[in-house]
Nanobody, 124 residues
Framework: QVQLVESGGGLVQVGGSLRLSCAASGRTISVYAMGWFRQAPGKEREFVAGISRIGGNTYYADSVKGRFTISRDNAKNTVYLQMISLKPEDTAIYSC?????????????????WGQGTQVTVSS
């Protein structure tokens, strides 16, 4: 079983950048498909970005494509989400997740382990 802890959230102005980190412990992330989700107040949790278990193929929600980049460093057992050109609508709690059942996953139900989340607030 893997434990996930996110960090790197904060308050940033429109157009700014942040890099979120998801540090894993208990098991290597190389055996998992990894993903980032976000949930804004009053809205459902939505998929943001994912990276496959093998090969590191990446995939994104249309709303963040070209602005967000997911990556993984298996040696550091950490997954990152680099965010640029941030918009007010990116404000949410961002959570990382791990799936040991799928090669890659977009649905929250396909993930097995979750972090507690980190708040990102983009001010206009």
């Amino acid at each position: 079983q893997v434990q996930l802890v996110e960090s790197g959230g904060g308050l940033v102005q429109v157009g700014g950048s942040l890099r979120l980190s998801c540090a894993a412990s208990g098991r290597t992330i190389s055996v998992y498909a990894m993903g980032w989700f976000r949930q804004a107040p009053g809205k459902e949790r939505e998929f943001v970005a994912g990276i496959s278990r093998i090969g590191g193929n990446t995939y994104y929600a249309d709303s963040v494509k070209g602005r967000f980049t997911i990556s993984r460093d298996n040696a550091k057992n950490t997954v990152y989400l680099q965010m640029i050109s941030l918009k007010p609508e990116d404000t949410a709690i961002y959570s990382c997740a791990a799936s040991d059942r799928y090669y890659y996953a977009r649905e929250s139900t396909e993930y097995d382990y979750w972090g507690q989340g980190t708040q990102v607030t983009v001010s206009s």
